[in-house]
């Protein structure tokens, strides 16, 4: 590829801003002083320096995000606290956006890239991919509860929603419960329960896919997905 592009990827800046950086002979390629940037780079097989440090490529970014309450799932807000602000300020140069949303009272699993066509094939509807949460709830869950929910249920707009899984984990005034779902309308999981009279007090995400939240993360602590990870979406 392009110097200019390897380290425009790599979070040296805009094309312009990464101009500058060959112009002032700051980049090597192969211990080769490079000013042209329309010279080419092998990422896999050439060593890139700037300013003396090496580059390591990156083409794209995932995150796993065990997100807190309190925190928007957007990229910026002027009010708010958003889960790129959880972020160390080496990602700054990344053009990283959250994959979905997750309520800003809802924490656990927010999958976090800067690849448009990895979150398109999590958020398209024709792939079905489920999404497990746990939430407490205030009122009874029922057996009822549980095949109203795997025909599907009516919320207030009319909206039948698609079958979906509901685990009790405890019945009781206040109950536990585990739930997986395939779509992800607004605020769907509250609004299903509202819809058996019920209330969420509480809603944790803990997996998209065949990927489970990493619980040794801490809220509001991330990770990069390893390759491993990345492959159960393929």
């Keep these: 590829m392009r110097i200019d592009k390897f380290l425009a990827d790599t979070g040296h800046g805009s094309r312009k801003e990464v101009k500058k950086l060959l112009k002032a002979g700051l980049v090597?390629?192969?211990?080769?002083?490079?000013?042209?940037?329309?010279a080419q780079v092998n990422a896999s097989d050439q060593q890139v320096v700037v300013a003396g440090s090496v580059v390591h490529y990156q083409a794209d970014v995932y995150i796993m995000l065990n997100k807190p309450q309190g925190v928007i799932s957007a990229?910026?807000?002027?009010?708010?606290?958003?889960?790129?602000?959880?972020?160390d300020k080496k990602w700054s140069a990344f053009k990283i956006f959250p994959i979905g949303r997750l309520d800003k009272d809802t924490e656990g699993l927010l999958l976090l890239t800067t690849d448009g066509a990895f979150s398109h094939r999590l958020m398209s509807p024709r792939r079905h991919?489920?999404?497990?949460?746990?939430?407490?709830?205030?009122?009874?869950?029922?057996?009822?509860?549980?095949?109203?929910?795997?025909i599907g249920v009516h919320l207030e707009d009319g909206y039948l929603t698609k079958p979906a899984e509901l685990n009790i984990i405890k019945s009781a005034q206040t109950s536990l419960?585990?739930?997986?779902?395939t779509e992800g309308k607004f605020h769907q999981v509250k609004r299903m329960f509202k819809a058996r009279d019920k209330t969420v007090?509480?809603?944790?995400?803990?997996?998209?896919?065949?990927?489970?939240?990493?619980?040794?993360?801490?809220?509001?602590?991330?990770?990069?997905?390893t390759e491993q990870e990345l492959m159960l979406f393929e």
């Design 28 to 38: 090597y390629i192969d211990d080769v002083l490079v000013k042209d940037a329309k």
């Design 75 to 87: 990229t910026e807000d002027s009010m708010h606290k958003t889960v790129i602000d959880l972020l």
């Design 129 to 150: 991919v489920s999404k497990v949460y746990q939430a407490t709830i205030d009122g009874v869950v029922t057996d009822e509860d549980v095949e109203a929910f795997r």
């Design 201 to 225: 007090l509480s809603l944790k995400r803990t997996s998209i896919g065949k990927l489970t939240l990493d619980e040794s993360l801490p809220l509001g602590s991330y990770r990069e997905l």
């Design 177 to 181: 419960i585990e739930l997986t779902i």
